[in-house]
């Protein structure tokens, strides 16, 4: 079967995005692999190079130099093809859990990282996994000429710039809380955090950019109360306290995620049992 050539994309000013052939029910179009450098500037950044794909990595390879590999979370799609990448370029990989580096320390909340000619924050924003991270480029700027799926621009932030934000926010839909290792009361905390940098163009791992990233957060964070509101009014019917019981997890399952798809029932699973523990935990 012959693939499709995906053509690299510039979405703002100092970000391209060149999509990743693994396109499915979890990754939308596919992964999102971000290569990042200054106008004019010889070396770049590359942000989770995704699948182990001879294509992908050589196609991103040849838009090097890459100085730095760095990955927003430990999910297969997004550093499978890590390892391999690294050995291509001799670039080091940089990640929040110290298991996924190579020949790079560890990332840290809020440290300021110069490579490619651009300045990177590392901004915290756990809940979908414990390792996620997203990358605030505080000197970036969208671009009018950028592709259909690029954020468009609408220069109202508070903080400036733009951010890579990893599965925390999607450019459609909403995402996974990857219980045990994802946690809701952290997800929410990551939301408020991420909306403080105020309505600046968010770049998401998967679909396309969005223009606003203080009202997707909003977004988001009325979609998740809105859920925890139908596990309560299940909770209810059921007669039953939240608690991690899986007999528990699949009858709230069947209950409030009746029309889901098949091939994302374990993500409503997960989720399921990260809202539990949290209204265990709260309410």
Not at 10 to 21: K, M, S, Y
Not at 76 to 82: K, L
Request: aromatic fraction near 4%; proline fraction near 8%.
């Amino acid at each position: 079967m012959i693939r499709p050539v995906l053509a690299a994309e510039r979405w703002t000013d100092q970000v391209t995005r060149l999509l990743a052939p693994n396109a499915g029910p979890m990754t939308l179009d596919g992964t999102n692999s971000f290569i990042i450098r200054a106008p004019g500037h010889t070396g770049a950044i590359v942000v989770d190079p995704g699948p182990d794909d001879d294509e992908h990595l050589d196609r991103l390879q040849a838009e090097g130099p890459v100085e730095l590999i760095l990955l927003t979370h430990h999910h297969r799609d997004h550093v499978e093809g890590a390892p391999r990448f690294a050995e291509q370029t001799g670039a080091p990989v940089r990640a929040f859990d110290p298991r996924l580096c190579h020949d790079g320390a560890p990332l840290t909340a809020g440290e300021l990282i110069e490579a490619g000619g651009v300045r990177l924050e590392v901004v915290a924003t756990p809940g979908h996994t414990a390792d996620s991270v997203s990358f605030h480029l505080p000197d970036d700027t969208a671009v009018e000429d950028g592709s259909r799926e690029a954020p468009a621009w609408r220069g109202d932030a508070a903080a400036g710039g733009t951010m890579i934000t990893g599965d925390t926010i999607l450019g459609r839909g909403s995402t996974i809380i990857a219980h045990p290792g994802g946690s809701l009361g952290a997800y929410l905390r990551s939301l408020d955090r991420l909306a403080e940098f105020g309505a600046i163009p968010a770049l998401p791992a998967h679909g396309p950019g969005l223009p606003d990233l203080a009202d997707v957060c909003a977004r988001y964070a009325a979609h998740r109360a809105s859920r925890l509101d139908e596990v309560r009014a299940a909770l209810e019917k059921l007669g039953r306290e939240p608690s991690g019981d899986p007999e528990l997890v699949t009858t709230v399952v069947y209950l409030v995620y009746a029309r889901v798809d098949p091939a994302v029932r374990f993500a409503a699973e997960a989720s399921t049992r990260a809202q539990l523990e949290y209204l265990a935990q709260t309410d």
